[in-house]
């Protein structure tokens, strides 16, 4: 009997395995890009301009013109003020120099025959505060290197701690709250013949310059007229006129009369 109740808190934990739910873990060590300056824009598009160069060789069409798809404006003329954003306008004529870098045929306007590539963005924003870490081995690797060095001349000691807080500081980079989704595509003839999506972080105060710009807005001015026959509901008080009365005694007393 006493035996069952050693047992009992046992079988009371193993019925509730059944019912727990997966448990959550991260994934494994990886980095990822964060973009905070128009060159690396410029690197993004050298990149995807190589990309599709060896895809159009691949699939035997480096004899073909291309079109980047543009957001606004042309050749002659610029984006209009808050007609799409800085990084679509920009990033347009840094892919077109990029494809042209490579000796791929563009082509400045639209052409029936010209395969079409065009890209798109998306901003993604995480309203919790994530958790990142150092890379795996680094803290280790500093604290090794700390018990090496703890008999060694100071000056070499010192070296060697600027050394490591170099390592550090190029691991400390803060991730924010929000990323970008640049996806490209090359269509003919209704068919993908590349797509490519890349994932960045972008600086806090700076996601704007890759979200569609609103448009204007205009200040109306709102004025309050009644209808002829209708009440005002804010009317004017009427005015007070103050004036002496007799009474029967001959006294003379103030009467309030509205004109």
């Known amino acids: 009997m006493r035996s069952f109740y050693i047992c009992l808190p046992l079988i009371f934990l193993l ?32 990149d995807l301009a190589n990309r599709i160069n060896n895809q159009l060789i691949l699939t035997e069409n480096h004899d073909k013109a291309v079109f980047v798809k543009t ?17 679509n306008e920009a990033f347009h004529d840094l892919l077109i120099t990029n494809l042209f870098g490579y000796g791929i045929p563009t ?19 995480h309203n ?19 018990v090496v060095l703890r008999n060694a001349p100071v000056d070499l000691i010192l070296l060697a701690a600027g050394a490591a807080a170099d390592v550090a500081n190029t691991s400390l980079v803060d991730s924010g709250h929000y990323e ?7 269509i003919t003839d209704s068919q993908y013949l590349f ?6 972080y972008i600086n806090e ?12 807005t205009k200040t109306i001015k709102l004025t309050s007229k009644s209808a002829p026959g209708t009440m005002d509901p804010f009317p004017q ?20 009369t509205a004109l």
């Open 15 to 46: 019925c509730n395995c059944s019912s727990r739910i997966p448990e959550p873990i991260s994934y494994p060590y990886s980095q990822q890009k964060k973009m905070q300056a128009a060159s690396h824009w410029d690197v993004l598009a050298k």
């Open 71 to 87: 957001p606004c404006g042309d050749e002659n003329s610029s984006c209009q003020a808050n007609e799409t954003s800085t990084f």
């Open 107 to 125: 082509k400045s306007q639209a052409d029936q025959q010209a395969i079409e590539v065009s890209y798109k963005v998306q901003v993604v924003y």
């Open 128 to 146: 919790s505060d994530r958790v990142r870490s150092l890379q795996p081995g680094l803290l280790t690797g500093l604290s090794a290197a700390v």
């Open 180 to 186: 970008i989704i640049i996806t490209t595509s090359m």
């Open 195 to 200: 797509r490519a999506s890349d994932i960045y």
């Open 205 to 216: 105060k700076d996601f704007y310059q890759y979200q569609q710009s609103m448009p204007q």
């Open 237 to 256: 008080p009427a005015s007070i006129a103050v004036r002496p009365a007799k009474t029967d005694t001959g006294k003379k007393t103030v009467s309030k």
